[in-house]
């Protein structure tokens, strides 16, 4: 793979591929019980294009406040060279155009409401970065556009698949929508300081460093209690706010000027993703066991 191609992948986040594609492969699977074309096509295209699509979008817009920030340029971020920008860009429009138009025709119009949820959901990984629009700028609004991000996924599964709205499925979505914007808060804290340079505004700059680490354990609790609501074993997975929570509380009283540490805090998301993602995976099959 040659260096343009490697940084094309490295802006579409690759550790963080599974955190859209799962979502949406779980709740169609776990709605229909089958893998089929639609599975596949829709699992394969939150898997990367999708994410080629928010990140490599966020990373081309992002590149003059990207160079001042000391995290970028790894897992965390591509630093992208302007000369990468249309071929990112393009590379995610190319990738997604077929996997969306199977997706719509394999759907039909019996679920046409899907095609409403998968159309907001691409306006919102638009939205959140390119000018005019750029949500990540609007505190607030930022972390509720990048928690529909990766809940989206999983209601366009839900609606594709026929699922039955009850309850207990309201209470696990927005306990993920919850999650979802309690990762992202904590995620801005750790660029308070870069992103005040550059001027970019963000839950973190507008609230402070401190304010939103507290706003997002708030957030992590509200999740695990909604949690409690759903049908066993759901509940169970209550226990995995525990760790973000864990994580979070080292840096509760963290300055504006030292921000920058909640980093190490961070770091541990990426991995914990991996490990609640497995202990859900477990709850589901336990799930379709006493469901069966």
């Not at 260096?3 to 709605?31: C, D, E, G, K």
């Not at 999708?50 to 995290?71: K, T």
């Not at 970028?72 to 000369?83: F, T």
């Amino acid at each position: 793979m040659g260096w343009r191609a490697r940084q094309v992948v490295l802006s579409s986040r690759p550790l963080s591929w599974i955190n859209t594609a799962f979502p949406f492969a779980a709740a169609y699977l776990m709605t229909t019980g089958r893998i089929d074309a639609l599975f596949v096509v829709g699992t394969l295209f939150f898997l990367i294009p999708y994410n080629l699509l928010m990140y490599g979008i966020n990373d081309v817009f992002d590149y003059e406040s990207d160079l001042r920030n000391p995290r970028k340029g790894g897992a965390q971020g591509a630093l992208l060279a302007p000369e990468l920008h249309r071929l990112v860009i393009t590379s995610g429009i190319v990738t997604a155009a077929p996997l969306i138009a199977a997706m719509l025709v394999l759907a039909g119009p019996a679920h046409a409401l899907s095609w409403l949820v998968l159309a907001l959901s691409l306006f919102f990984v638009v939205a959140y970065s390119v000018p005019g629009l750029r949500f990540k700028e609007r505190p607030g609004l930022d972390s509720v556009t990048s928690s529909i991000h990766f809940v989206s996924p999983a209601v366009y599964g839900l609606l594709v698949a026929g699922a039955a709205f009850d309850d207990s499925l309201y209470a696990l979505l927005l306990a993920f929508f919850f999650w979802g914007m309690a990762s992202h808060a904590f995620g801005a804290v750790q660029d308070v300081t870069p992103d005040r340079d550059a001027g970019i505004a963000s839950v973190a700059t507008a609230l402070g460093a401190a304010t939103t680490v507290r706003l997002a354990v708030l957030l992590w609790t509200l999740a695990g209690a909604l949690i409690l609501l759903t049908r066993w074993p759901g509940p169970i997975a209550a226990i995995l706010v525990l760790p973000y929570i864990i994580a979070a509380l080292p840096h509760w009283s963290v300055t504006d000027d030292r921000s920058d540490r909640a980093n190490r805090g961070w770091k541990h998301f990426l991995w914990l993703n991996f490990f609640s993602g497995f202990v859900v995976t477990m709850l589901l099959i336990g799930w379709v066991g006493l469901n069966a």
